[in-house]
């Protein structure tokens, strides 16, 4: 019986750059400066890592298809590259496959770097791409936001609440991770809003305005993986474990099936449950002790809460309104600013969630430190809520 | 068993644009149209044609028969494939067997008349006729005023028919009153003065008195008149055939305006939808010549009348004021929707040919070992997993319930907002689809919603277009 990865595979290093309107770089440009941040945080050589690992999902916008760009753009020494895409878990994913390298022994050092040069599409919003020449011919030509906006309807039409109260929420969650936002110089919005400006936006896609919709941006983010042997042979003391790395991509049935009620993500209970075993964590809401979750808009943040476990299903409004995830909350989610703040460049932002709980656990994030926190989980969802790909990621110090 | 009109149908697009409207915007360089400026047309949504108009008149005509169609005839002047067999996307979306004969007729207003006076003299198979026509009109015409959209159908065979012919006469006669050029948009039209003395008064009566003689009746025996043409033209063929001026059918001008082929097949619908038993109706169809068909209604009309024909569209409007809307989603103007609208919609036909049925009727499939409904058809069942277990079945007939919806501002959409969601069927069945005909606001967790054949895509710069089903509004209590 398969053990998991728990504790097998330590992050030593990692780079993150400034995500945003980055009009002055492509790809190449990306890749290097996360690149070098890591690699100077793990004080490693270009020469120490063995596999490598591109989380890259737009190609035909940016850098090319295949592991060509990663290799070619750090000159890297022909080690193997191997580009993964996972739709918006595809920064995880291409962690994923660099721990999996580590933990099975195939190599002692491996790299995952995401990148996503979003902005010379030349219009808001992701790219416009199809979806399958059969997929094509059907299925509706939906934008990113109109396919979260549908669980606003169907959450608040199952759990009998107003579209007023829903909205406020989903207001609080975008004013709370504006303010933490604010306060990260990585990230590219960086000024407070308020609950009013989010109520009054102009419409997205209903119910979701302007501010329910995360950002749009370039970034790349980076991490060195090795294992916990070898990181305490080059002399870490304190360092960062994965704990759990799961997957779960819907089957046919959400988009299919009238058995999902479309108010809620299937795949992320899904993958969430199998994190929690695979790091032994019983009561997450307790034993998390910050979160930075898919937050393309506000409304999946919202139900996320709950298929995460972290709050009762139906409560997340009161939790949220509480302040539960605020920076000074229980459980902290987004305390980076989010996807909110950040924007989306797909193949990074699973990176650049694990950077941020890589930066809290050690202790580096400054004026958002959170106090001592030694479990965080990043989640990912990629697609639309009945057909998606959702990633569960549980990282800590070692030994926590 | 005997030979006639075994059902019909209708359909005339929900958009009704008020002439008002047009002489607001048109008025300054075409004072005269002034005259014309009441009531309102119809107007194809941007996701209509005279291919989908066709699929819901037939849906209407054959709806709960049992009637075996070996033959479709579409008539029409504004078919979108030149080359392409239109018919035979109709059959497919009407599910009709793989040797149902389809043709596409066209080339004159009366391609609709002719095809039922050729069927009225001599018998066939059961022959699905349908009249559709989508003609658009240069703005600032008579004809941007007077036109409308709209379609119907006659199923016309062996059977227990609701009207038998009597009689039936076809004149050719090259009198040009109006033209369209094959790779022109817009028809050219002379004075209405010529057609009407020249035309209307000298060959309709022709066709008319060769109809009678052959149905061995006189005019004063007719008890309705439909006749393809402006009042103008109905006093002209009453004066010159001795029919009664009173007994001409309405022509819906008023609330739809002239559907070219379409006109006398919607309004010989009209007539059958509250006709008695032994009523006789001329049908006259007018274009470089003139077809009069005589029929008679018999006992079964009040069996095939329950739910059919157009008074159930005639009350399901969307009346709208915005020429620039109108002229948009006729394709007229384009308005600036951004790099998004560029978007590539070539379609992969071999796939298409693949998956024709799933698209064209759209067919899904049933497990027969746990009993689901599914959409797309798949090798593995959604619900058990069962394999090669899928039973076709189509789903486009079938009442669906909204489970989650959105109105998009963002993505392109012709009509904005782009209105979609998950939709609930019957046996499980669930899929996400883009909705049509709906306003925003108007749409509510929970709402039944009926299927309709619409324009998918345009692949503008292949000039395709490809079909798909839409929920959209249920029709009225008419139906």
Same mark, same amino acid.
């Given at each position: 019986?398969?053990? *998991?990865?728990?504790?097998?595979?330590?992050?030593?290093?990692?780079?993150?750059?400034?995500?945003?309107?980055?009009?002055?770089?492509?790809?190449?440009?990306?890749?290097?400066?996360?690149?070098?941040?890591?690699?100077?945080?793990?004080?490693?050589?270009?020469?120490?890592?063995?596999?490598?690992?591109?989380?890259?999902?737009?190609?035909?916008?940016?850098?090319?298809?295949?592991?060509?760009?990663?290799?070619?753009?750090?000159?890297?020494?022909?080690?193997? +590259?191997?580009?993964?895409?996972?739709?918006?878990?595809?920064?995880?994913?291409? !962690?994923?496959?660099?721990?999996?390298?580590?933990?099975?022994?195939?190599?002692?050092?491996?790299?995952?770097?995401?990148?996503?040069?979003?902005?010379?599409?030349?219009?808001?919003?992701?790219?416009?791409?199809?979806? *399958?020449?059969?997929?094509? /011919?059907?299925?509706?030509?939906?934008?990113?936001?109109?396919?979260?906006?549908? /669980?606003?309807?169907?959450?608040?039409?199952?759990?009998?609440?107003? !579209?007023?109260?829903?909205?406020?929420?989903?207001?609080?969650?975008? +004013?709370?991770?504006?303010?933490?936002?604010?306060?990260?110089?990585?990230?590219? /919005?960086?000024?407070?809003?308020?609950?009013?400006?989010?109520?009054?936006?102009?419409?997205?896609?209903?119910?979701? *305005? /302007?501010?329910?919709?995360?950002?749009?941006? $370039?970034?790349?983010?980076?991490?060195?993986?090795?294992?916990?042997?070898?990181?305490?042979?080059?002399?870490?003391?304190?360092?960062?474990?994965?704990?759990?790395?799961?997957?779960?991509?819907?089957?046919?049935?959400?988009?299919?099936?009238?058995?999902? $009620?479309?108010?809620?993500?299937?795949?992320?209970?899904?993958?969430?449950?199998?994190?929690?075993?695979?790091?032994?964590?019983?009561?997450?809401?307790?034993?998390?002790?910050?979160?930075?979750?898919?937050?393309?808009?506000?409304?999946?943040? !919202?139900?996320?809460?709950?298929?995460?476990?972290?709050?009762?299903?139906?409560?997340?409004?009161?939790?949220?309104?509480?302040?539960?995830?605020?920076?000074?909350?229980? +459980?902290?989610?987004?305390?980076?600013? *989010?996807?909110?703040?950040?924007?989306?460049?797909?193949?990074?932002?699973?990176?650049?969630?694990?950077?941020?709980?890589?930066?809290?656990?050690?202790?580096?994030?400054?004026?958002?430190?959170?106090?001592?926190?030694?479990?965080?989980?990043?989640?990912?969802?990629?697609?639309?809520?009945?057909?998606?790909?959702?990633?569960?990621?549980?990282?800590?110090?070692?030994?926590? | 068993?005997?030979?006639?009109?075994?059902?019909?149908?209708?359909?005339?697009?929900?958009?009704?644009?008020?002439?008002?409207?047009?002489?607001?915007?048109?008025? =300054?360089?075409?004072?005269?149209?002034?005259?014309?400026?009441?009531?309102?047309?119809?107007?194809?949504?941007?996701?209509?044609?005279?291919?989908?108009?066709?699929?819901?008149?037939?849906?209407?005509?054959?709806?709960?028969?049992?009637?075996?169609?070996?033959?479709?005839?579409?008539?029409?002047?504004?078919?979108?494939?030149?080359?392409?067999?239109?018919?035979?996307?109709?059959?497919?979306?009407?599910?009709?067997?793989?040797?149902?004969?389809?043709?596409?007729?066209?080339?004159?207003?009366?391609?609709?008349?002719?095809?039922?006076?050729?069927?009225?003299?001599?018998?066939?198979?059961?022959?699905?006729?349908?009249?559709?026509?989508?003609?658009?009109?240069?703005?600032?015409?008579?004809?941007?005023?007077?036109?409308?959209?709209?379609?119907?159908?006659?199923?016309?065979?062996?059977?227990?028919?609701?009207?038998?012919?009597?009689?039936?006469?076809?004149?050719?006669?090259?009198?040009? @009153?109006?033209?369209?050029?094959?790779?022109?948009?817009?028809?050219?039209?002379?004075?209405?003065?010529?057609?009407?003395?020249?035309?209307?008064?000298?060959?309709?009566?022709?066709?008319?008195?060769?109809?009678?003689?052959?149905?061995?009746?006189?005019?004063?025996?007719?008890?309705?008149?439909?006749?393809?043409?402006?009042?103008?033209?109905?006093?002209?063929?009453?004066?010159?055939?001795?029919?009664?001026?009173?007994?001409?059918?309405?022509?819906?001008?008023?609330?739809?305006?002239?559907?070219?082929?379409?006109?006398?097949?919607?309004?010989?619908?009209?007539?059958?939808?509250?006709?008695?038993?032994?009523?006789?109706?001329?049908?006259?169809?007018?274009?470089?010549?003139?077809?009069?068909?005589?029929?008679?209604?018999?006992?079964?009309?009040?069996?095939?009348?329950?739910?059919?024909?157009?008074? %159930?569209?005639?009350?399901?409007?969307?009346?709208?004021?915005?020429?620039?809307?109108?002229?948009?989603?006729?394709?007229?103007?384009?308005?600036?929707?951004?790099?998004?609208?560029?978007?590539?919609?070539?379609?992969?036909?071999?796939?298409?040919?693949?998956?024709?049925? @799933?698209?064209?009727?759209?067919?899904?499939?049933?497990?027969?070992?746990?009993?689901?409904?599914?959409?797309?058809?798949?090798?593995?069942?959604?619900?058990?997993?069962?394999?090669?277990?899928?039973?076709?079945?189509?789903?486009?007939?079938?009442?669906?319930?909204?489970?989650?919806?959105?109105?998009? =501002?963002?993505?392109?959409?012709?009509?904005?907002?782009?209105?979609?969601?998950?939709?609930?069927?019957?046996?499980?069945?669930?899929?996400?689809?883009?909705?049509?005909?709906?306003?925003?606001?108007?749409?509510?967790?929970?709402?039944?919603?009926?299927?309709? &054949?619409?324009? %998918?895509?345009?692949?503008?710069?292949?000039?395709?277009?490809?079909? &798909? =089903?839409?929920?959209?509004?249920?029709?009225?209590?008419?139906?």
């Amino acid at each position: 019986m398969a053990k *998991g990865i728990k504790d097998k595979v330590a992050i030593i290093g990692m780079g993150c750059t400034r995500f945003g309107e980055r009009w002055d770089c492509g790809p190449e440009e990306l890749m290097n400066e996360s690149f070098a941040e890591a690699i100077a945080d793990a004080g490693i050589e270009k020469e120490d890592i063995e596999m490598a690992w591109l989380g890259l999902y737009s190609q035909e916008h940016s850098a090319g298809k295949s592991g060509l760009p990663l290799s070619v753009g750090l000159r890297l020494p022909n080690i193997p +590259v191997t580009r993964v895409e996972n739709m918006c878990a595809t920064g995880t994913e291409a !962690l994923r496959g660099a721990a999996y390298a580590v933990a099975a022994g195939a190599c002692d050092m491996a790299m995952a770097l995401g990148v996503e040069k979003l902005k010379d599409t030349g219009y808001g919003g992701l790219p416009e791409r199809s979806k *399958g020449t059969f997929d094509d /011919l059907w299925l509706p030509n939906q934008s990113a936001p109109g396919s979260f906006a549908q /669980l606003a309807s169907a959450y608040i039409n199952k759990h009998k609440k107003d !579209l007023s109260e829903l909205k406020r929420a989903m207001a609080h969650v975008s +004013v709370k991770s504006h303010a933490n936002g604010a306060l990260n110089e990585k990230a590219h /919005l960086r000024r407070e809003i308020t609950e009013d400006q989010a109520l009054n936006a102009p419409m997205i896609a209903n119910p979701l *305005g /302007l501010y329910d919709c995360c950002g749009v941006s $370039d970034g790349s983010a980076c991490a060195i993986v090795t294992s916990v042997e070898k990181a305490k042979e080059m002399g870490f003391k304190d360092f960062v474990t994965i704990k759990a790395m799961q997957l779960a991509p819907s089957n046919g049935f959400e988009l299919q099936n009238t058995g999902w $009620d479309g108010s809620y993500l299937h795949t992320t209970r899904v993958a969430s449950e199998r994190a929690y075993k695979e790091a032994g964590i019983t009561k997450p809401r307790e034993e998390v002790n910050m979160m930075e979750v898919h937050d393309c808009f506000s409304v999946t943040e !919202l139900v996320v809460m709950e298929d995460l476990h972290i709050a009762e299903e139906g409560n997340a409004i009161n939790d949220i309104l509480d302040g539960t995830f605020d920076r000074d909350g229980k +459980v902290p989610c987004q305390v980076d600013g *989010g996807l909110k703040c950040f924007g989306h460049p797909i193949g990074a932002s699973g990176l650049r969630m694990a950077y941020e709980m890589y930066s809290q656990l050690l202790g580096r994030s400054g004026e958002r430190q959170i106090e001592n926190p030694k479990i965080g989980l990043t989640h990912n969802l990629g697609g639309q809520p009945n057909r998606n790909v959702a990633s569960v990621s549980i990282f800590g110090l070692n030994g926590a | 068993m005997a030979y006639g009109i075994i059902s019909f149908g209708g359909y005339v697009p929900p958009i009704r644009l008020a002439r008002s409207a047009i002489f607001e915007a048109v008025g =300054w360089c075409s004072p005269g149209l002034k005259g014309l400026a009441a009531g309102h047309r119809s107007v194809g949504n941007w996701d209509e044609d005279s291919l989908t108009m066709a699929v819901e008149a037939g849906r209407d005509c054959l709806g709960g028969l049992a009637t075996d169609v070996q033959q479709v005839a579409l008539a029409s002047t504004t078919l979108p494939f030149a080359d392409r067999s239109n018919s035979g996307v109709v059959a497919d979306a009407l599910q009709l067997t793989e040797f149902a004969g389809t043709e596409d007729v066209g080339g004159s207003r009366r391609a609709a008349t002719s095809v039922l006076s050729r069927l009225a003299r001599g018998q066939g198979g059961n022959t699905l006729l349908i009249g559709s026509d989508c003609r658009d009109a240069k703005p600032g015409s008579t004809q941007e005023m007077s036109y409308g959209h709209g379609a119907a159908a006659l199923l016309v065979g062996e059977g227990d028919p609701c009207a038998v012919f009597l009689g039936a006469a076809s004149v050719h006669d090259d009198l040009v @009153d109006q033209y369209r050029s094959a790779d022109d948009d817009f028809d050219y039209a002379l004075e209405e003065r010529w057609a009407r003395d020249e035309g209307y008064s000298k060959i309709v009566p022709r066709a008319v008195a060769a109809a009678l003689e052959r149905a061995n009746l006189a005019a004063s025996d007719i008890d309705h008149i439909v006749l393809h043409g402006s009042t103008g033209a109905a006093r002209a063929v009453a004066k010159a055939t001795g029919l009664d001026a009173k007994k001409f059918a309405d022509s819906l001008a008023g609330s739809v305006g002239d559907c070219g082929v379409a006109q006398a097949m919607m309004m010989l619908t009209n007539v059958l939808a509250s006709a008695g038993v032994g009523e006789k109706i001329l049908v006259i169809g007018f274009g470089q010549g003139a077809d009069a068909v005589i029929i008679e209604t018999q006992g079964a009309i009040s069996q095939v009348q329950k739910g059919r024909g157009l008074a %159930k569209y005639l009350e399901q409007t969307r009346e709208t004021d915005k020429y620039t809307f109108f002229l948009s989603i006729r394709q007229q103007i384009e308005m600036d929707y951004g790099i998004r609208g560029e978007r590539d919609n070539r379609t992969a036909l071999s796939t298409a040919f693949r998956k024709r049925y @799933d698209i064209t009727a759209m067919m899904g499939g049933r497990c027969t070992k746990c009993n689901t409904l599914q959409f797309p058809r798949s090798i593995l069942c959604v619900n058990c997993g069962a394999k090669n277990t899928q039973e076709p079945e189509s789903l486009s007939a079938e009442i669906g319930r909204v489970k989650s919806f959105t109105e998009d =501002w963002l993505a392109f959409a012709p009509c904005p907002p782009y209105i979609y969601g998950n939709v609930e069927f019957k046996d499980g069945a669930n899929i996400m689809l883009e909705f049509t005909d709906f306003d925003a606001g108007q749409v509510q967790v929970g709402d039944e919603i009926r299927l309709v &054949f619409r324009v %998918k895509d345009y692949d503008n710069r292949r000039n395709y277009r490809r079909y &798909f =089903w839409k929920p959209a509004p249920l029709l009225g209590d008419a139906a």
